[in-house]
Nanobody, 124 residues
Framework: VQLQAYGGGLVWAGDSLRLSCAAS????????MGWFRRAPGKEREFVAA????????SYADSVKGRFTVSGDNAKNTVYLQMDSLNAEDSAVYYC??????????????????WGQGTQVTVSS
């Protein structure tokens, strides 16, 4: 599956932003669809995942209650709705696909396909 992430931008603290991850060459529902991010000088970190085959979502503690991951079957696209953004959310965001629904949703090495990153910058 090929992934294309988009929707990043420059916003103010407290604003919202929605990232999209369009899948092609396969349906996103066959995969765990994950969002990761990497801030300058920091390690890549898990943000959220949508596991359609197990009907569940998961979130990093730092974004729980502010971010929501969802999918649109008709558009074969996964979204990351980000609300109440703060400066610590500034990073390059990546979407990724993991074909093993019972593997770890939070481990980047479990994901086989990655989209290009999209930059999110939150100004305070």
């Amino acid at each position: 599956v090929q992934l294309q992430a988009y929707g990043g931008g420059l916003v103010w603290a407290g604003d919202s932003l929605r990232l999209s991850c369009a899948a092609s060459g396969g349906t996103y529902r066959a995969y765990i669809m994950g969002w990761f991010r990497r801030a300058p000088g920091k390690e890549r970190e898990f943000v959220a995942a949508l596991n359609h085959r197990r009907s569940r979502t998961s979130y990093a503690d730092s974004v729980k209650g502010r971010f929501t991951v969802s999918g649109d079957n008709a558009k074969n696209t996964v979204y990351l709705q980000m609300d109440s953004l703060n400066a610590e959310d500034s990073a390059v965001y990546y979407c990724a696909a993991n074909p093993r629904p019972y593997s770890s949703e939070r481990t980047a090495s479990e994901y086989d396909s990655w989209g290009q990153g999209t930059q999110v910058t939150v100004s305070s």
